[in-house]
Structure formats: C-alpha cells, structure tokens
C-alpha cells in the first residue's frame, strides 16, 4: 500500500507529539511492507540549517521524505504547506493520504474530490486552544468538521474525543457510517 503523511512539521523529530506519531507509525507501515511519504514542511521557520536538504526525496528508517517549502511566517506555515502537499500527492497514485492534526484535516474535502481516501488522525481540538485567536479557531473548527464529514476514517487519541466526534456522526449533517479509533 502507498501511504502520504500529511501534517507534521518534520520527521525525524521527537520535537511534538505529531512528530514522535507519524515517525512511529511511518517506520511500522515500512516494516509492514507498505510505502509511505511524509510530507515535510521545509523553511528556516521549521527545519533550522541541521535538516537543510534539496527538494528531491530522501529517506530516513525506510520513509521516504518529501520536502515541501512554506513560509517562515509560524501563522501561514501550517496551511501553505498543507495545501502544497495534499496538491502533490494528488498526482501520485497513493492509496490512502494520512492527515494528522485539525488544520491540515481542511485539505480533506480537496483530496476527496479527487476520490482519495483518506485518514484523519486528531491529537488534540486544536480550535478550543487558548493560543488560537478567534479567526483561526474557526479555521480550525471548520477543518474538523470538514474531517468529521468528508475523511473516509477518523482516529481519535482518547475516548472523549471519540465521544466528541460521535456527536456529529449523529446529526443529519454527518449520518454517514464511519468509525472512530481510539
């Protein structure tokens, strides 16, 4: 199976909880046989001058990495390289696109429109945050809605976020029959 990370800042990393999942989960998938490409964002904002590499694809425990460059701006970063690496993976066959974290769930719905199936992983309701203000806290809200309705599977990280999610699985809205992972 060919698999795309989506959301992360960087991998190898051990720097957030995102990082230290999709490395974890990226190494296993290798070992299971699959082929998986994280999308690494690609900026001084981010990868600082130790993890500068050309824009070709590198490996690292088997994964290969594909580097994508955002802007150094930490309130754009996110979003830009989100839309750039959904755009790519795209025009690879991939057989699933892995979206980790609310923000970059918000390129679901495009990656859907070109029938990808899609995962989403949510580590945490990023929108409720206090470091969000009140214009990316609806950016937020609305990406994990957009999850919720559009991600062929969803993986929460606790059981009261899957009580969290069951909640718009049953409304008329998102009656669609998926499953939430815990």
């Known amino acids: 199976m060919k ?12 720097e957030g909880g995102i990082e230290i999942v999709v490395s974890e989960l990226s ?5 299971l046989g699959n082929d998986v490409v994280a999308y690494n964002r690609k900026s001084e904002h981010i990868a600082g001058k130790e993890h500068e590499t050309a824009t070709g694809l590198n490996t690292w425990e088997g994964v290969k990495l594909k580097w994508i460059p955002t802007p150094n701006s930490s309130k754009l970063n996110a979003i830009v390289y989100s839309f750039f690496a959904t755009f790519d993976a795209l025009f690879h066959k991939f057989d699933v696109i892995h979206f980790h974290a609310e923000g970059p769930a918000s390129m679901v719905l495009l990656a859907k429109l070109f029938r990808k199936r899609c995962i989403v992983t949510i580590h945490g309701i990023d929108w409720q945050r206090s470091k969000w203000g009140g214009f990316a806290s609806k950016i937020l809200l609305n990406a994990e809605r957009k999850a919720a309705k559009y991600a062929d599977e969803i993986i929460v990280l606790s059981k009261s976020n899957q009580e969290y999610f069951k909640t718009f699985r ?10 939430l992972y815990r």
């Open 170 to 179: 049953e409304t008329d809205r998102f009656k669609k029959k998926k499953k």
């Open 3 to 14: 698999i795309a990370m989506i959301g992360h800042k960087r991998i190898p990393s051990r």
């Open 27 to 31: 190494k296993r998938m290798v070992n």
